[in-house]
Every structure is written in structure tokens, then in C-alpha cells.
């Protein structure tokens, strides 16, 4: 750390900054789930709620967690007229989105259907009025993740990594309310509370962007919309972001079609892969995720500026940080698997039997928590230099091994061969995103003495968290 620079130095405190809003979006995401497991368990009722909740929070994922800003945010710093760019690509995606939804509202069990392929009619119909509250999140996600690109580029990160804690909160309200309301109520309740939760999360971001005044880039676009001048731009940004999202979705693509397939077998798997997805999402969130955030604008103004030295030093300085902390909370996760479900989920309506099938689940989806962290690292060059082609061909490759394993998996193993599959496609998503930015870059990196301190760590944390398991499973049971 003796060679960091005071922008190195910045930029860390940057990365734990949004790490600390993460985690806390992530500890009431978390809470919230503690509660859903007590109101509603592994049941039919909690199977509905997230196959409705599921396509909406696909999309807060592949938007929030950087598809859109990963083709808008290299355009937008290119961009000659910022606020005619931003203000065309805005209303386009609005349109098409508050239309869609508009569709989804009035016809909701095709989709609902697309979403549950193993459930009957009955159960469609039941689920379907949920799809369609449900939905409209999306609509509201887009905008503040528009408005958090926004912010991003001029590297402010804390609103957004906030903001996620007040959905939580407007839902563990309505959990709290409703506790001891029957299953269809509680079911409702959180819907609607969905919705209050992405508006309050699109007024924090507004109320951001008002006290950094850049709304008056945002006004500047409205009031000067000759679209000529921006044609050019919003071609370039069209044929980054089918890629992009490709590129940035995998894990969520993923998921999805687990859950689909998770539909298939035995009543609660839908809610095991739920709350164990959660569970990784957490050191996912708060370590890759963050730091990627918080990096790519860098990355992006230096590879602009043809400064390749600076960029591979962000990156060098962020791959030990990652590997470090990825490979203590994949360990943990893995040998600690049953205490953490345990202490989180296990209460009211959630049962051992619960926690052992949630506790294998989360033992699969670890095994894939440091090749997904440390991919989403290395994707940051190819997105910045504008290789989003090459990143959704890295990502259908991933993709394909995921599907396939899963389809091999999901009988002998049931939810867990589903999240074993998922961590397959991880590491074929790190193989080839660091063969594309070169296996060289990599060789530099482990190159050091990091890599002996790195693996005798490894060494003693397994040791440590295999006795510590012994210790509290004797104590659970």
C-alpha cells in the first residue's frame, strides 16, 4: 500500500464508502427476509411473491448493478452535447418501459406463465395480479438508475448505495403491519409496498442530483433537443447496450431460469434459491460489485485519455483487495453454510428442514463467489474500451454452461445442482474475461508475494472456519 497515490488513497475510501451503503442496503435487505421467511416460510405464498417479484428485480439487477451504466456511461463522457445525450436516451427508454408495463398490467398471466412454466392454471391466475403490481418497480428502477449514472460520473456513489435500504424499509413496514395477516394479504402488502419503496428511492436520487446541480445538465437537454446533434451518439450507444446487458446479466439470466426450472420441483425451491441467492449476493454486493462501481468512471477517463498504465493500476490496486476478501466470504460461506441460514432465517414458519436444503443451496452459489467477483473486475476494460460485443460473447458462453449444467444438475441435486450450475458458469465467465484482457495482465498480478500471503490465509481460514462450524452445529442441534 506504500506506492498508492493520493487518488489511489480517494478512490479506496471511495470503494468502502460504497461498500458501507451496500452493506447497509444489504443488512435491511436482509432483515426484510428474516421477516418474509417468519411471515410466510417456504410456502406456496412466498413461491408467488418472488415468482411475481422476480422479473422486475432481474431487471434492478442488470440495471443497477451496472449494464446500463456500462454502455451509458462511456457514451455520455464521449458525448459533445451531455444533456441533449442523456435526456434522448432517457425519454426512449421511458417510453418503451411505461408502455410495456402498461401491457403487462392488463394481460399478466402470459408473462406470469413464462415466469412459473411448472405451475397449474389456478396457481397462474393466483399469481398474476402480483406480476402485474409488481412490475411497475421496473419503470421506477430505470429512473434511478439513470439518475445514479448521473452522479456516478462525477463519482458520487453513496446515494445509490444507500437509496437500495429504503425499498427494504418500505417493505419490512409493510411486513411488520401485516405479520399476522393471512398469507394473500402479506403477499399484497409487499407488492404495493415495492412500489413505495422505488419512489422514495427516485426522489433520494433526485434530491442528489439537485444538491450537485447537475440537474441543470439534465433541464440544459430538455430545453435544447436538436436531436441531430446527439443522432450519431444514440447510434453508438445502441449498438453498445444489447451487448451490455448480455454482458452484465449473466448471473441474473442465470437465476432467472433457475427459478423457472426451480418450479419444476419440489414446493419451496423457488423460496431455498431466494434466500440463498440473498445470502451470496451480500459479499458479491459490498466487495465486487462496489468496487467495480466506483473504478469503472476511472477506467473509462483513462483508456479515453489512451492511458493504459493508469488503468491496469486501478486495476492491479483492486484485484488483491478482491481476492482477499472474496476468498475469506466464499470459505465462510461454503464451511459456515448451516450456522448462517441458522442464525438468519430459522424462526416462525422457517424450519431445520428449511435451513439444511437453504444451507446446501448456499454451499453451491459460494463456490462460484470469487470467479463472479473477480469477472466482473477484469469486464471493466472491456466496457470501457468499448468491447461490449466481445463481453456478451464471453457471457452467452457462461450462460450456455450454466443452462446446460443446470438442466444436468437440477434432478440428482434439486435446487442445490441449480446453484452449482450457476457457479459453473461463473468460472467460465472469469476464464475467458480474462483471456480476452489477457492472461499477461493477470500473470503481472500474481507475480508477487500477495499470492504466498494469499494462499497460506486460505490455508488457516478453512482450518478455522471447519472448527468453528463443529463447534456451532454442536451447539445448534
Do not use: C
Amino acid at each position: 500500500m506504500h506506492n498508492l497515490t493520493p487518488k489511489s488513497i480517494m478512490r479506496l475510501r471511495s470503494i468502502f464508502t460504497n461498500s458501507f451503503g451496500i452493506l447497509l442496503s444489504r443488512i435491511t435487505g436482509l432483515g426484510r427476509d428474516v421477516l418474509m421467511a417468519s411471515a410466510l416460510g417456504a410456502s406456496v405464498w412466498s413461491d408467488m411473491f418472488f415468482v411475481a417479484f422476480k422479473l422486475p428485480n432481474l431487471f434492478r439487477r442488470i440495471f443497477a448493478e451496472g449494464a446500463f451504466t456500462q454502455a451509458f456511461m462511456p457514451s455520455f463522457i464521449a458525448s459533445r452535447h451531455k444533456g441533449v445525450f442523456a435526456t434522448a436516451i432517457f425519454l426512449r427508454f421511458l417510453l418503451f418501459l411505461a408502455a410495456f408495463s402498461l401491457l403487462i398490467t392488463l394481460f399478466p398471466e402470459p408473462i406470469t406463465k413464462l415466469l412459473a412454466w411448472g405451475w397449474d392454471e389456478k396457481l397462474i391466475a393466483q399469481t398474476a395480479p402480483l406480476t402485474a403490481i409488481n412490475f411497475w418497480y421496473l419503470d421506477l428502477i430505470f429512473i434511478v438508475t439513470f439518475l445514479a449514472t448521473i452522479l456516478q460520473y462525477k463519482e458520487h456513489f453513496a446515494t445509490t448505495a444507500l437509496s437500495t435500504a429504503l425499498l427494504n424499509i418500505s417493505m419490512i413496514s409493510a411486513l411488520w403491519i401485516y405479520m399476522k395477516s393471512d398469507p394473500k394479504t402479506v403477499a399484497y402488502a409487499l407488492s404495493y409496498a415495492v412500489l413505495i419503496g422505488g419512489i422514495l428511492q427516485v426522489v433520494a436520487h433526485l434530491i442528489a442530483i439537485k444538491k450537485l446541480k447537475l440537474h441543470r445538465v439534465l433541464l440544459g437537454g430538455w430545453q435544447y433537443r436538436r436531436k441531430k446533434d446527439v443522432k450519431e451518439e444514440i447510434s453508438h450507444f445502441n449498438t453498445l447496450f444489447l451487448p451490455g446487458i448480455l454482458g452484465n446479466a449473466t448471473p441474473q439470466i442465470s437465476a432467472f431460469i433457475d427459478t423457472i426450472l426451480a418450479t419444476f420441483l419440489a414446493t419451496g425451491s423457488v423460496s431455498y434459491l431466494f434466500y440463498a441467492n440473498r445470502v451470496f449476493q451480500l459479499p458479491l454486493a459490498i466487495i465486487a460489485i462496489a468496487t467495480a462501481t466506483v473504478l469503472f468512471p476511472s477506467v473509462s477517463k483513462a483508456l479515453k485519455k489512451s492511458d493504459e498504465e493508469a488503468a491496469y493500476r486501478h486495476l492491479r490496486e483492486a484485484f488483491w483487495l478482491l481476492a482477499f476478501l472474496l476468498g475469506l466470504a466464499m470459505l465462510g460461506g461454503i464451511l459456515l453454510a448451516e450456522p448462517i441460514v441458522w442464525l438468519l432465517f430459522e424462526r416462525g414458519k422457517f424450519g431445520s428442514v428449511q435451513t439444511l436444503e437453504t444451507a446446501k443451496v448456499l454451499q453451491m452459489y459460494m463456490i462460484g463467489l470469487l470467479p463472479f467477483g473477480l469477472a466482473k473486475l477484469f469486464s471493466l476494460f472491456l466496457y470501457a474500451s468499448h468491447r461490449h460485443k466481445r463481453a456478451a460473447k464471453i457471457a452467452l458462453y457462461s450462460l450456455i454452461a450454466s443452462v446446460s449444467a443446470s438442466l444436468l444438475l437440477m434432478h440428482p441435486l434439486g435446487a442445490a445442482g441449480l446453484a452449482l450450475a450457476g457457479s459453473i458458469g461463473g468460472w467460465v465467465l472469469f476464464l475467458f474475461t480474462v483471456k480476452a484482457v489477457g492472461f499477461d495482465r493477470l500473470k503481472a498480478i500474481l507475480y508477487d508475494k500477495k499470492l504466498l500471503y494469499f494462499i497460506l490465509l486460505m490455508l488457516l481460514a478453512a482450518l478455522l472456519f471447519a472448527w468453528v462450524n463443529t463447534q456451532l452445529l454442536t451447539w445448534i442441534r
